[in-house]
């Protein structure tokens, strides 16, 4: 996922050109649990039923990629919570990604510093990199868009959404339409925390839930309502160096950013295994394992990581309430399925 800033930055005065764009009345029901605050959208990019629909297509469609191998939904499939099960990702030709495919759960309220290093800005912005990236779709938003002008389907999807033909802006602004959508707030700590009484949590559940805010301190990083304050950190993965990918530092070139990482959102954790940018940690217990470890030592590892000790009760207690932010709705979502024949 190396970022090409260059041919990004090249790509900001297509993509936020002005366009006349005309009101739609077919408003996206987009559902907000009510312990979730409002998302703000662009003002160049409301969201509308003709948009997601678009989007949606987009995202599973292979002729996003030079060979026509992959789409987004090779590496962010709904039954793993828009993951891929992977180590590290494999894009085109079989080649392999740098990092492991982060969960677009409620990416809509990550919408700033997207991905591990935190480097693009917005969900429309996103969309350029793996379609730029040579380890993954190694093509161009301008040949994508020659591609779609071919398919009247598309070409009416693009005007009903935006009044245009396909074209880069269309493309971005349509993909990331989508991912807005996949929104996650009904696990059952969800229910659990509105008080639904049906589907309380256990008693080792909710031990669990009490170390992790108590003795743990775990909700310092994996705060909110979405498990996660977006910050970057050094967790000690590995002393010194990190092999292959230095994170933080890739953007912003300086030795302080050395291998920090943006903390992930714990939801829907018991799926999204292998954990850690690198997928080097095959499971909750070896997650656990290794922060009670205190971290190997590392000039950039965050204060917060310190040794612990934990019982195995209480180990298994931690796993079962990580396991209750699991949002079985969410995995099963058939409105993020792609349509029949697409």
Wanted: with cysteine; glycine share 6%; aromatic share 10%.
């Amino acid at each position: 996922m190396t970022i090409k800033r260059g041919l990004i930055l090249g790509f900001v005065a297509i993509l936020g050109f002005g366009f006349c764009l005309k009101t739609y009345q077919e408003t996206y029901s987009l559902v907000i649990p009510d312990h979730f605050p409002e998302i703000t959208f662009p003002k160049d990019n409301a969201l509308t039923e003709s948009r997601v629909a678009l989007g949606k297509k987009l995202f599973y469609d292979p002729i996003l990629s030079r060979d026509r191998s992959i789409s987004c939904a090779s590496c962010h499939q709904p039954a793993y919570a828009f993951t891929d099960g992977l180590k590290t990702s494999t894009g085109s030709k079989e080649q392999k990604t740098l990092r492991n495919a982060p969960t677009l759960t409620n990416v809509a309220y990550q919408d700033s510093g997207l991905l591990f290093d935190g480097g693009v800005p917005t969900l429309e912005m996103q969309v350029i990199v793996p379609v730029q990236e040579h380890v993954e779709f190694d093509f161009d938003l301008r040949l994508i868009a020659e591609r779609l002008k071919k398919d009247a389907d598309y070409v009416q999807l693009a005007m009903d959404a935006y009044s245009q033909t396909p074209n880069p802006f269309v493309i971005t602004r349509a993909i990331a339409a989508f991912e807005r959508t996949l929104i996650s707030g009904n696990s059952r700590f969800d229910q659990y925390f509105l008080g639904n009484t049906l589907n309380t949590l256990s008693y080792k559940e909710l031990l669990g839930y009490s170390l992790f805010h108590n003795k743990l301190n775990c909700a310092t990083c994996h705060s909110g309502f979405n498990f996660t304050n977006l910050s970057l950190q050094n967790n000690g993965l590995y002393a010194n160096k990190y092999p292959a990918d230095s994170g933080r530092m890739r953007i912003t070139h300086k030795e302080v950013d050395r291998d920090k990482f943006k903390v992930p959102t714990l939801r829907n954790i018991e799926v999204t295994a292998p954990y850690m940018h690198d997928g080097s940690m095959a499971s909750l217990e070896e997650l656990i394992d290794h922060y009670a470890s205190g971290g190997k030592n590392h000039p950039n590892k965050s204060e917060l990581i310190k040794p612990f000790e934990l019982s195995e009760n209480e180990k298994q207690a931690l796993i079962g309430f990580l396991k209750s932010l699991t949002d079985e709705e969410f995995l099963n979502n058939k409105k993020f399925l792609p349509e029949i024949g697409n």
